[in-house]
């Protein structure tokens, strides 16, 4: 309207045009928050706590959770990317400190020219430490070094009613082991202390082997685990119960030599309309993806960002699903029960709304490091399905069925909607986790899954 | 790791010393972490001797050569002179001084009290025009140096929402161009920074920041200011220099109306 000024535009409440941009990756659900803070120091966040009401602030970090675990709607977050400091690194054990909005690709940067890595890191490295703490996020070498909080040592938590508390194995240990995974509920990560790993320098030797059954996934997964750091799966979820993929297994490269120019990467600048990502563009892509690679199995010399963050190359990738978003799928089921896993196959293939990128990993039995860890023995696989509205959240009940039926679980960070039953399901214990939330602290995900229980 | 220095990322080593006056303001952390990752040695002054420490540590680790801080308030000119002793005393080479303090409350709170009136026009002008005086005196003496200020795209012109904070960076810029004319035969550079609105804390309770400039583009206009061809005023982002010529042509009684 001609008639409203500019002025009368920015009069609106800042909250609303302040919080658009907090969403979670899978940009579903799209909700609006009461307000967001940014404590740019530690020592603001205590102030911060005292003053919020009950049940009302949820910790923020890059918002790479895929559905609900990091959004609070009509609530407030706290976004920690400005706690972004590194506070001490001790050369001798690898022992890092730093605060909780530091994310992994700064750890990268700053340490892996001296010869440093991150114990385990997920696919993306634009995650914080304070959301792989509180997601305890597994990366391709789940099988022989568990998830991320079995390197955190020791952390400090500023808690609404006790102050900033030190937790670690012999200090709060319950807390500690509740913060592990307590996706952001039991307080606010001020600083963790975790351990790097020394490699020689940014290079692995990797190796791609073409698979056609489950069974020969299980059979690669199996013979690699003992002597490959890393191993993962591509899936062709097109291919239906003849599961044909790629697997990729790697080590470490003694190699330093070798010129290492970083890959910089383009994005995507714009949501894609909704249609442009249809069943045959997926199809033909999968087919493509899958003839490419099997087209260069073997063994090759890669850099560390291509092996690990293939994905972070493409800025914003969420945007290729368009203006409603994306919903990812990852459960783990016990690795007798392949059945089940053609059965979740076969569905996604008859319902004709594939994914891109189905990934598959057989997890270690290394004991969780958090109360609500999600990993645990068995196959997990993880699967994009744009949203489509009704159909794609009925496929995804049906999943669920296989999921339940099979003594599986779902990955809370991953999730926008499963049931509380399924939750109940997936972490039976979780009522033991309850004490440890800070009454201060929830989030869309936990009332969805816990108040009507 | 000789080898394996080569994919750092950081560009060549930069040896110089850079005094930073504000340093825990949202716009000085990105342009200390920049200047970090070149190798600079750093000399802090700021309020929080906590925030200092965890700053000391940050920047050490990210590539600072050498870092030093000192924790003072310097709104409070009488505390000056102890800061600038502090400064010859632990860096007495030091080569560069950015002031990036600043102070901008709602703008409402100082139109119905006085008090918050002088404290806005104290921290921003009156307390940054002292200092700067301490600094000059002495880089002129020594005939090389250069002193870079924040001030702000909001002097340029006086609006009705925010004319306290932009009368005080208004005249901060008037002095600092009166300044370099004075230090130019010295070989002294003054480089005025006029950013436009960024996201930091300062800005957070405004509506639209969300869309404000990242710090760390303004931060990388300014480290590339400090470079060797050191321009006398930098807009960043630098679309507010049109910007800003264009809203100075307005003529008053047209500007008097708009609701700016």
Known sequence: MPGQSAASIQRKPAATLRTDRYLSWGRYPKVAHRHVHQPAWNDEVPALLKSAAIASLLPYGLGRSYGDSCLNTERELIACRRLDRILAFDESTGRLRCESGVSLADIVDVFLPRGWFLPVTPGTRYVTVGGAIANDVHGKNHHCAGTFGSHVHQLGLHRSGDGLLTCSSQENPQLFRATIGGLGLTGVIAWADLELRRVAGPWIDAELIPFNSLAGFLDLSRESDSHFEYTVAWLDCFAGKCARGIFFRGNHSALTEKKFRPNRGRKIPFALPGWALNRHAVKAFNALYYKFHAARKGVSLVSYDSFFYPLDSIGHWNRLYGKRGFLQYQCVIPETNLAAFEELLDRIARSGMGSFLGVLKRFGTVPAAGTLSFPRPGLTLALDFAMRGDRTLQLLGSLDEVVKENGGALYPAKDARMSPALFEASFPHWRSFVPYVDPKMSSSFWRRVTESQ | ?260
């Open chain 2, 1 to 260: 790791m000789s080898t394996t220095t080569r994919f750092s990322g950081s560009s060549s080593r930069w040896g110089r010393k850079v005094v930073i006056l504000g340093a825990t303001s949202g716009i000085a952390l990105e342009v200390e972490r920049q200047l970090a990752r070149r190798g600079a040695e750093l000399l802090l002054v700021a309020r929080s001797p906590q925030r200092l420490a965890a700053l000391e540590a940050d920047l050490l680790l990210r590539g600072a050569k050498q870092v030093a801080t000192y924790a003072s308030d310097l709104a409070s000119i009488q505390q000056h002179a102890q800061v600038f002793d502090f400064v010859r005393q632990s860096c007495p080479e030091y080569d560069t001084v950015l002031l990036a303090y600043g102070s901008m409350q709602d703008q409402h709170d100082s139109e119905m009290s006085v008090d918050v009136l002088l404290d806005e026009l104290n921290v921003n002008f009156v307390s940054a025009a002292a200092i700067l005086t301490l600094f000059a005196a002495d880089l002129e003496q020594r005939g090389s140096g250069c002193l870079a200020v924040i001030t702000s795209v909001a002097g340029d012109r006086g609006r009705r929402s925010n004319y306290v904070y932009g009368s005080a960076k208004g005249a901060l810029s008037l002095f600092l161009g009166g300044l370099r004319s004075r230090l130019h035969s010295a070989g002294v550079k003054v480089i005025t920074i006029k950013p436009g609105p960024v996201q930091t804390p300062m800005t957070d309770h405004l509506a639209n920041a969300a869309r404000f400039a990242e710090p760390g583009l303004v931060a990388r206009d300014i480290v590339r200011a400090l470079g060797r061809r050191s321009p006398d005023v930098l807009y960043t982002p630098w679309f507010w220099r049109y910007v800003m010529t264009a809203v100075r042509q307005i003529p008053e009684p047209l500007f008097k109306r708009l609701e700016l």
